[in-house]
């Protein structure tokens, strides 16, 4: 079975600096999707980033930038200039063609000091 | 467009009753998919509908049941409520399905039951 694992519980950054989020997890499938979801306090959980398993270049969304390790099952987040904003619960999901479901993470909660 | 919408918002019920949570996903979405979130679980998969048709089932009672009309939109229900299902009910929309897409989440229905 498909799991997914985020070994840390709770990360702190400080406004303008860099902070990486870790994610593993596990599959015998050769073509899925990795995502990572933000739920700030509101509850509304809204898309980061996406990466397709076979596509070997790490996505980018502006700040938010993926280091995707197909072989080690490794997909980390690094948020670069952090701000404010970015403060929230960041699950790591995984997803297939097929399936009709996102696993998710437990979740890493984000705490960003001025 | 318009967001994915949930109501109610907030529920309150008593052990043994019913209660139908409403999911109205983005404009021309077909796909619907309902979560629970707890602190001790997590995003746990309930199901997911396409086209009116449930292709996908999580780990979850019979007490745990879904629907979908011809406009898309969605209902849970859930009977005989215990004090374990408490929790947050997040229902998420996307174009076709659920593994490989971005889904977009509505802002959930908070369930207390006492």
């Known amino acids: 079975a498909q799991t997914v694992t985020q070994s840390q519980p709770e990360m702190s950054v400080q406004e303008a600096e860099t902070v990486t989020l870790s994610c593993t997890y596990d599959?015998?499938?050769?073509?899925?999707?990795l995502f990572w979801y933000k739920q700030p306090p509101s509850r509304q959980m809204i898309l980061v980033i996406r990466?397709?398993?076979?596509?070997?270049q790490n996505a980018t969304e502006n700040r938010f930038s993926v280091n995707f390790q197909k072989a080690a099952k490794s997909f980390s987040l690094k948020i670069s200039d952090s701000q404010l904003g970015d403060a929230a619960m960041y699950f790591c999901?995984?997803?297939?063609?097929?399936?009709?479901?996102?696993?998710f993470g437990t979740g890493t909660r984000l705490q960003v000091f001025p | 467009k318009a967001g994915v919408t949930q109501t109610p918002r907030y529920l309150i019920k008593t052990r043994g009753q019913q209660v139908t949570l409403s999911c109205s996903p983005i404009?021309?979405?077909?796909?619907v998919s309902w979560y629970q979130q707890t602190p001790g679980q997590g995003l746990q998969f309930l199901f997911e509908y396409f086209s009116e048709t449930q292709r996908n089932k999580g780990n979850f009672p019979g007490r745990f049941s879904g629907r979908q009309f011809s406009n898309s939109r969605s209902e849970m229900n859930v009977s005989t409520l215990e004090l374990g299902d408490s929790a947050l009910y997040l229902c998420?929309?996307?174009?076709?399905?659920?593994?490989?897409?971005?889904?977009?989440f509505g802002p959930g229905t908070r369930l207390l039951v006492l």
């Open positions: 404009s021309g979405h077909r796909s």
């Open positions: 990466q397709e398993a076979y596509k070997q």
């Open positions: 599959t015998s499938e050769s073509d899925y999707y």
């Open positions: 998420a929309s996307s174009l076709r399905g659920v593994g490989q897409e971005t889904q977009y």
């Open positions: 999901a995984y997803g297939t063609y097929n399936t009709d479901k996102l696993i």
